[in-house]
């Protein structure tokens, strides 16, 4: 019988889209290289500039609040 292999996923990092810095997981994502909140987009929940309206990933229109 075969073992399921238990495979690790990778964890999920989330880097700056201004320095590619790697940023803590908070409810608020911050970079402290650049000093600017990072915005999730809600399609594809890539990191956004925060001066972004267009997802650069997918594309999809950021709505600032
Ligand atoms: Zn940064
Ligand atoms: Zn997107």
Same mark, same amino acid.
């Given at each position: 019988?075969?073992?399921? /292999?238990?495979?690790? /996923? %990778? +964890?999920?990092? =989330? ?7 790697? =940023?803590? +997981? ?10 600017? /909140?990072?915005?999730? &987009? ?6 956004? %500039?925060?001066?972004?309206? =267009? &997802?650069?990933? &997918?594309?999809?229109? =950021? +709505?600032?609040?």
């Amino acid at each position: 019988m075969a073992k399921p /292999t238990v495979k690790k /996923t %990778a +964890k999920k990092e =989330i880097h700056c889209p201004y320095c590619d810095e790697e =940023i803590m +997981k908070a409810e608020f994502p911050y970079c402290q290289s650049c000093g600017v /909140t990072i915005f999730y &987009c809600p399609k594809c929940r890539q990191p956004v %500039a925060r001066d972004k309206r =267009i &997802c650069p990933h &997918c594309g999809a229109e =950021i +709505k600032g609040e």
